[in-house]
Structures are given as C-alpha cells and as structure tokens.
T-cell receptor, first 109, second 112 residues
Framework: GIQVEQSPPDLILQEGANSTLRCNFS?????LQWFHQNPWGQLINLFY???GTKQNGRLSATTVATERYSLLYISSSQTTDSGVYFC???????????FGTGTRLQVTL | KAGVTQTPRYLIKTRGQQVTLSCSPI?????VSWYQQTPGQGLQFLFEYFSETQRNKGNFPGRFSGRQFSNSRSEMNVSTLELGDSALYLCASSLVTVETQYFGPGTRLLVL
C-alpha cells in the first residue's frame, strides 16, 4: 500500500515563530488532507488539498502532486497550535485514508 | 449543524468481553469511516460504510466488525477483547467519498 512519511517528527517553537511541516507519499493520490489533533484527541480537518495551494488565516498548504509531497506552513505560531499534525492520503479507489506518523508540535511562551 | 458524535466517550472492559461503539455522522453525510489510534501503530483504517454497505476494510482480524443503519448511523463491534485493543477509536463522516472527512471526539477503550 501507499506509504506516507512526515517530517520532522517533533518540533518545538517559541510563540510567534514560523514553521514548515512536510509530508511525502509514495504513490499518486486523489485526496490529501491535513489534520490537527489537539491534546484531547480531537482531529480537526485543516485542508483538503490533493494539489495546489490553499490558505486559511495563519495556515497555508501546498501540494505538488507530481513530486509526491505536501507542505503545511504555520506562521506566527500560538500556544493553541500545539498538538500533532497529520497528513492523510487516499490513493486510487481505496475509499480510505492512510495517515502519516504525524509531527508533534509544541509552542512555548 | 451538529458535528460527528460518538458514544460512549470512555470505556473500560476486561479481556474476553465484547464492546459496541456508536457513531452518528453529520446530518446528510452518508459515508462513515472508523479508525483505530494507538501509540505504537498510529492511526489505522478499520472500515468504511456508505449507504449501509461496507466499501472497504482495513487489515484487522474478524473480531472487528461494523454496520451502518439506514439513517447513516454506524456501530462497530469488537469481540473477545485483547489487551492490544486498548486504543482511541475514531469515527469520521463525509458526504459521499472520504473527501474532507470530519472526525468525532473518539471513544477511549481500555482493556484490562
């Protein structure tokens, strides 16, 4: 099956800093989503982005499908951004998401 | 519009017992997926239902089963619980395919 790798695995930032999270996938995809899991376990959908660029406030994402990677940018980070960020993909007609191992982000004051 | 709801939120069972978890999707959503999250294996797909039909199943033993009702609500069942079944079980709903999935708060299952 398709493999999804995320980097870095852990990231510690001071409030106000910017960061870039990366997601590499091993095959072509027809669906790519970024999620944020808060400390209580709730997964929040950030972007549906199988290709191209999207922005939502301080967050933006870019997927280069031909090169099989996606990037999530967080600008002016806040403590509420802490948690784990997951990239998930769907390949072919699988009708399921395959998740990466996540990037654990901690934003400190 | 109300989000995805899951019940119960927390559950403690002993080995050998069985458990049923429930998921109510967002109104109008017809696809419901289930995932298991553990520290060792991460987030793994269990199964996906659409219009009461299982469309896809992950690589889990037959002890894990599920179903979907005509109102799109879904249940999953785990029989003969093992210690390794302790996990956060997440349900997600979407309109038709798994495009833009919305997750519920999860059910934390502890097997003793």
């Amino acid at each position: 099956g398709i493999q999804v790798e995320q980097s870095p695995p852990d990231l510690i930032l001071q409030e106000g800093a910017n960061s870039t999270l990366r997601c590499n996938f091993s095959d072509s995809v027809n669906n790519l989503q970024w999620f944020h899991q808060n400390p209580w376990g709730q997964l929040i959908n950030l972007f549906y982005i199988p290709s191209g660029t999207k922005q939502n406030g301080r967050l933006s994402a870019t997927t280069v499908a031909t090169e099989r990677y996606s990037l999530l940018y967080i600008s002016s980070s806040q403590t509420t951004d802490s948690g784990v960020y997951f990239c998930a993909v769907e390949s072919g007609t699988a009708s399921k998401l395959t998740f990466g191992t996540g990037t654990r982000l901690q934003v400190t004051l | 519009k109300a989000g995805v709801t899951q019940t119960p939120r927390y559950l403690i069972k002993t080995r050998g017992q069985q458990v049923t978890l429930s998921c109510s999707p967002i109104s109008g959503h017809r696809s419901v997926s289930w995932y298991q999250q553990t520290p060792g294996q991460g987030l793994q797909f269990l199964f996906e239902y659409f219009s009461e039909t299982q469309r896809n199943k992950g690589n889990f033993p037959g002890r894990f089963s599920g179903r979907q009702f005509s109102n799109s609500r879904s249940e999953m069942n785990v029989s003969t619980l093992e210690l390794g079944d302790s996990a956060l079980y997440l349900c997600a709903s979407s309109l038709v395919t798994v495009e833009t999935q919305y997750f519920g708060p999860g059910t934390r299952l502890l097997v003793l």
